[in-house]
């Protein structure tokens, strides 16, 4: 019964609702779900029927969403629409039960719907920001002292309901930190600090429901006694921020912040900021690669692959919860005759799927060109070459390799090789099954791309793939090309805005000249963008009408790679700048 949904890991918190369906006489009375929707509360009697009233005599009813397939809801547009004076507008991008009673009928998303009819009307959209409470207890337990912090929420029936808002907090003081990761249901993150110390700062990674930033904030360790103690926040998220309300605080709290520089679109704001890491960074690099996965414990990181650098790049290191460590490969589980990936490589190309497992294809070193094939099990920690079959593609660089999910198939595009001291760049299309490990060389037809390498490609939904720029030996290259994956046939995009400018090159390099972008998805209320990041500043491509929106300003930075972490927030790592190369990570939101 999905009224009677419970709460069954540490990432579901408490919404301070509860289900009042009745068993044999007794209420359920059991904690829903923050995305359980609340049908089984009971409606009263009077206010139901006065709702029933003013549909029958109403001049106009709009319906929106959902509310046209729940029940009691989607009976109430039906008596509007019966009414000889009355009108029934439905808003909903699919087919409803009720448009054959509609006087209007619209196909858009309803925010967009009803931003316009607010405008239109004049009222005022309130600004929405995110609470959050927590406890912080002070206590001393054999002697030694402890901190523990923890969040809450209020119950419907006024008590205060432990919650799970926190999937890690990390406490910092005396130049030293620790961190606890939240690991199952009403886990309260406890840390042992000095019985003196001036002052305690925290770093809470919460849940990100709504793409928010990490909370940093600082409390003033001396006035600390022994006892509980209520802190109060709150997210802006029209300017990303996180605020303290200090008159619902029981301590001073002073938020830290962090730099951050933002984009305006028509409909959103987003954010960019550098991330503060710990653990040993990586080197700085080009042409490397980022992989979203899971660990071992389920915990989400981001895995770094290869590139190239004055320092080795041969380990594969990890994010996870803003720290840095060097992924260890099992090496029991492998077979004393397979042989070694020679991770120093770049210009190669990965793909993760499930989260788990990252096909990692191609790429070169100082003295080989690669087409080889390497799977790596994040969760096992196992590295394993995979033999292939089919028409596998050449040895080549800067290529794009694609999940397309529903497809089961991972597509390569373009990329380039060196021969005889030339550069060759390729405009082919592979397809890959990662169950049966066979290329297959796909024909298409249309207006195909160009020759290219270093392009991005992105999956715009199931069966469109989109590519974006690239380099071809002589200039880098701002056009827009998809292909749909059933017909394979291709089409190139006409874009406006203020989109990024290509470059001419005036003399070739020895080495490729590095592509000046990553690209990335990110999906704010399901309406898609691509994010563009690179020395020509920071853009955002709205795929619905296909127009570019450039930052009013941004920092300069040349080939980095990035990786989507959530559909609201996407991350960069690396790339070159005037000043050098680059170890830094930027999360964008």
């Known amino acids: 019964d999905y009224a009677c949904y419970r709460i069954t890991n540490s990432s579901d918190h408490y919404t301070g609702r509860h289900c009042v369906n009745k068993r ?5 009375n059991g904690r829903l779900l923050e995305s359980t929707i609340d049908f089984g509360q009971s409606l009263p009697e009077v206010p139901l029927q006065r709702a029933y009233d003013n549909s029958k005599k109403a001049n106009l009813h709009i319906a929106l969403g959902s509310s046209l397939t729940v029940s009691p809801a989607c009976t109430m547009p039906e008596r509007t629409a019966q009414n000889k004076h009355g009108a029934l507008v439905v808003c909903n991008l699919q087919k409803t039960p009720l448009d054959h009673l509609c006087k209007v009928r619209v196909f858009e998303r309803c925010d967009v719907f009803m931003k316009a009819l607010m405008k239109e009307l004049s009222i005022p959209i309130p600004e929405f920001q995110l609470f959050r409470r927590f406890k912080l207890t002070h206590f001393v337990q054999n002697g030694r002292h402890g901190i523990k912090l923890g969040g809450i929420e209020h119950g ?6 432990p919650a799970t808002l926190a999937k890690c907090v990390e ?7 620790q961190s606890v990761t939240v690991q199952h249901l009403n886990q309260i993150p406890t840390f042992e600090v000095p019985k003196s110390i001036n002052k305690l700062c925290f770093r809470v990674h919460t849940m990100q429901h709504y793409a928010e930033p990490p909370l940093e904030f600082e409390v003033d360790a001396g006035a600390l006694s022994l006892g509980d103690f209520i802190l109060s926040f709150v997210y802006v998220p029209s300017t990303h921020e996180w605020k303290v309300v200090q008159n619902q605080s029981t301590i001073q709290t002073r938020i830290l912040q962090q730099e951050s520089e933002q984009l305006e679109t028509q409909d959103y704001s987003l954010s960019i900021r550098n991330v503060v890491t710990k653990g040993t960074k990586p080197s700085a690099r080009l042409w490397s690669t980022l992989s979203k996965v899971t660990d071992e414990t389920g915990t989400g990181c981001v895995l770094l692959a290869g590139g190239i650098s004055e320092e080795k790049c041969d380990s594969l ?3 996870k919860q803003n720290t840095w460590s060097t992924f260890n490969v099992n090496q029991e589980r492998r077979s004393e005759n397979l042989p070694y990936v020679h991770l120093p490589r770049w210009g190669h190309a990965a793909c993760s799927i499930e989260f788990k497992f990252v096909f990692l294809f191609g790429g070169w070193d100082s003295t080989s060109q690669y087409n080889d094939m390497w799977l790596l099990d994040t969760v096992d920690h196992v590295l394993d070459p995979i033999p292939c079959t089919g028409s596998i593609p050449s040895p080549r660089a800067g290529h794009s390799f694609t999940l397309a999910y529903e497809m089961k198939s991972l597509f390569s595009f373009g990329g380039s090789c060196c021969k005889n001291g030339d550069y060759e760049f390729y ?9 049966d490990h066979v290329w297959t060389r796909i024909a298409t037809s249309g207006e195909s791309p160009s020759p290219r390498s270093q392009h991005s490609a992105v999956l715009l939904d199931a069966n469109t793939l989109l590519i974006i720029g690239g380099y071809n030996g002589k200039e880098l290259l701002n056009d827009t090309f998809i292909l749909d994956l059933t017909t394979f046939k291709w089409q190139r995009v006409q874009t406006h805005g203020d989109h990024p400018s290509t470059k001419e090159l005036s003399s070739k390099s020895f080495r490729v000249y590095p592509a000046a972008y990553s690209t990335t998805l990110l999906t704010p209320n399901n309406q898609q963008h691509v994010l563009y990041t690179g020395e020509n ?8 009408n296909w127009k570019w929106t450039k930052s009013v300003s941004h920092k300069e930075l040349r080939a980095p790679v990035g990786v ?10 690396g790339g070159c700048s005037s000043a050098g190369n680059s170890n830094e990570i930027y999360l964008t939101s």
Request: hydrophobic share 40%; proline share 2%.
């Open 156 to 161: 419907t029936d006024g008590q205060e309901i």
């Open 564 to 573: 989507s972490i959530s559909d609201l927030a996407t991350i960069t790592f």
């Open 317 to 319: 290191m990890v994010l």
């Open 171 to 177: 406490i910092l003081h005396d130049n030293t930190s």
């Open 427 to 435: 405009n082919d299309l592979y397809r890959f099954d990662p169950k």
């Open 24 to 28: 044999n006489g007794m209420t359920c």
């Open 537 to 544: 500043g920071t853009f955002l491509l709205d795929v619905t």
